[in-house]
């Protein structure tokens, strides 16, 4: 059974920084997977942030490329989303999620296993 646990949201205001933390248990962090971030506000559609194949290889949506960073940290299995200069409109629920294979997009239907969410809310 796959987990994964976010943690690192909160509030903060226009200009500042967050580091998301996702959290993967349940199985072995391997090359057959690949991970994303997405974001949802209610009501709305799931959107792809950011994804990181296994190979290391990274896509962003337009709206935070140069301000957001996807990472892992294998030994930990870890998957982080570094957040700088956040605006009001990053403001939403962030997902982990897990996706089968060696390469991710930015669809949610792609992926197999997803977080909780954790909240982040940018203050003007």
């Known amino acids: 059974q796959v987990q994964l646990v976010e943690s690192g949201g909160g509030s903060v205001q226009a200009g500042g920084s967050l580091l998301l933390s996702c959290e993967i248990s349940g199985y072995i962090y391997s090359s057959n997977y690949c991970m994303g971030w997405f974001r949802q506000a209610p009501g709305k559609v799931r959107e792809g942030v950011a994804a990181?194949?296994?190979?290391?290889?990274?896509t962003y949506v337009d709206s935070v490329k140069g301000r957001f960073t996807i990472s892992q940290d294998n030994a930990k299995n870890t998957l982080y989303l570094q957040m700088n200069s956040l605006k009001p409109e990053d403001t939403d629920a962030y997902l982990c999620?897990?996706?089968?294979?060696?390469?991710?997009?930015?669809?949610?239907?792609?992926?197999?296993?997803w977080g909780q969410g954790t909240q982040v809310t940018v203050s003007s």
């Open positions: 990181i194949d296994s190979d290391g290889s990274t």
């Open positions: 999620a897990a996706a089968h294979g060696t390469h991710c997009g930015m669809a949610y239907w792609e992926y197999n296993y």
